[in-house]
């Protein structure tokens, strides 16, 4: 079961590009990336996935190196609206065994 | 993406009384899970709910405690039973088709007094 680091809190202001990271060192080969966004009182919300290089959608940008031990998720020009919990998950399968495990996130607090 | 809605959205119960949570989704999916999120903490997995079989339980989590049930593909309950303050939490159910993406309901947020 992979496990993910990430801080635990970030600050930003806005209109500035954040970017968290998120180790996952025992990644395995076929896992992907995935990111949730989680605002108060409501259920996390899919933002982003990935397997290797790059992936931009509408919303963010995942940066995954080669050797797939960590990802970045890279917020362009944060706005007060996107404070939340962010949260790194690795894993995934389609046969019904959820081996995602939500780690601790990130509490991103966007500052006017 | 599934919509999917919960019931009751939130509660006040008394401790040693059940209650049953309702998930619905507007489309049929494969998997849906239910997990507990108490304040200001990350998410737990509880079980996996099977359509037509019994859910499968992550550790620390009883069938006893926790009956799901599963009758088509588009529905599930959750019953937190014989509650105790210590089940006050936001309970969530999600949808899928496969673990990694997966569509989360509103979550219901449960007292026990």
């Known amino acids: 079961l992979a496990k993910t680091t990430q801080p635990i809190s970030m600050d930003s202001y806005e209109g500035q590009e954040v970017n968290i990271t998120c180790s996952h060192n025992?990644?395995?080969?076929?896992?992907?990336i995935t990111w949730y966004q989680q605002f108060p009182s409501q259920g996390p919300r899919f933002i982003i996935q990935g397997y290797k290089t790059k992936v931009t959608n509408e919303v963010a940008s995942l940066f995954i190196p080669a050797d797939r031990k960590s990802s970045t998720l890279s917020l362009p020009r944060v706005s007060l609206s996107d404070t939340a919990v962010y949260y790194c998950?690795?894993?995934?399968?389609?046969?019904?065994?959820?081996?995602?495990?939500f780690g601790t996130g990130t509490r991103l607090t966007v500052i006017p | 993406s599934a919509v999917i809605s919960q019931k009751p959205s939130r509660d006040i119960c008394q401790r040693g009384t059940s209650l049953t949570i309702q998930c619905q989704v507007d489309s049929q999916v494969t998997m849906m899970f239910w997990y507990r999120q108490q304040p200001g903490q990350s998410l737990t997995l509880i079980a996996t709910?099977?359509?037509?079989?019994?859910?499968?339980?992550e550790s620390g989590f009883v069938i006893d405690k926790f009956p799901i049930s599963r009758p088509n593909l588009t529905f599930s309950t959750l019953t937190v039973s014989n509650m105790s303050p210590e089940d006050s939490s936001i309970y969530l159910c999600?949808?899928?088709?496969?673990?990694?993406?997966?569509?989360f309901g509103p979550g219901t947020r449960l007292t026990v007094l």
């Open positions: 709910a099977n359509q037509g079989s019994e859910a499968t339980y």
């Open positions: 025992n990644i395995a080969t076929n896992d992907y």
């Open positions: 998950l690795v894993g995934g399968s389609e046969n019904g065994a959820n081996n995602l495990f």
């Open positions: 999600s949808v899928g088709h496969r673990t990694d993406t997966q569509y």
